[in-house]
């Protein structure tokens, strides 16, 4: 079964959308079958990915509504082993329609449960707001992704985060786990780098990952060519790191697998 990741802030601007169609893409150009959920309703993972935004093409919001499965919203990115559900302005309605429907932060982990055999990993791209959105994709998710830019409001933002993340834990009974805190845009020629570093690792300990994601005009010019990193210059220290990341990620969830099967 797919594992199934929501990469997740509720700050925006920290590299969310950037951080899961790349270590999307590196997952895929090691023949792992990815998916990518775009739960933002500016739909930045979807031109990301190089698929334009449809109104007319089915879509996330069409999902969630329960007026399609997931199968039929899904496309395939132009990257082998790599599909999307995209996502368009529509979206901004769905936080308003789906209020009055029973089981309102069920919804994507229903519709996810059809298609959670076809792939290895499942990412979500989170809309930076805690919403029914976010909250949909969090009650999807075996686990949370939480990039994090180093600046001096960043210990800030992520305590709320993880206030959020237990009280779904105690309050809806899902067991949430983090996946990972991962540091994006970093210089460490900068002090405040370095520090906000520091604190982030004393706080978070093992939860803050190994692999670091540098600040780089390569990866921030892909998008605008619908490209990951990996296809567009992967020879640039962007596609570097998220190659690295995708190997921590898979390295950690071995890990995860074979303590919990020396358990049982």
């Not at 936080?95 to 298609?115: F, G, S, T």
Request: contains cysteine; aromatic residues 4%; hydrophobic residues 45%.
């Amino acid at each position: 079964m797919g594992k199934v990741i929501a990469v997740t802030n509720q700050k925006g601007g920290v590299g969310k959308t950037t951080t899961a169609i790349n270590l999307a893409a590196s997952l895929a150009v090691s023949d792992i079958r990815v998916l990518v959920i775009d739960s933002d309703p500016q739909g930045n993972a979807t031109t990301g990915l190089g698929i334009s935004k449809d109104p007319a093409r089915p879509s996330l919001y069409n999902v969630l509504l329960g007026q399609l499965e997931i199968r039929d919203a899904i496309v395939k990115a132009e990257l082998d082993g790599l599909d999307l559900v995209p996502a368009d302005k529509n979206l901004v309605g769905a936080n308003l329609e789906l209020v009055d429907l029973p089981h309102r932060e069920m919804r994507l982990r229903q519709k996810i449960d059809a298609v959670r055999a076809d792939y290895g990993f499942i990412l979500i791209d989170c809309p930076p707001a805690l919403d029914l959105l976010t909250l949909n994709a969090l009650m999807a998710a075996d686990s949370v992704l939480i990039p994090i830019q180093c600046e001096f409001f960043a210990l800030e933002g992520i305590s709320e985060l993880i206030a959020t993340i237990d009280r779904i834990r105690d309050n809806l009974q899902h067991p949430l786990q983090i996946e990972g805190i991962l540091l994006t845009m970093f210089d460490d020629r900068t002090n405040l780098t370095r520090q906000v570093a520091a604190d982030l690792k004393e706080f978070f300990g093992n939860d803050v990952l190994h692999t670091v994601i540098p600040r780089s005009v390569r990866l921030a010019e892909a998008p605008s060519h619908g490209k990951p990193i990996v296809t567009y210059d992967v020879r640039s220290r962007g596609a570097e790191s998220y190659i690295q990341l995708a190997k921590e990620l898979l390295d950690r969830d071995h890990a995860t697998r074979k303590s919990a099967q020396s358990i049982g």
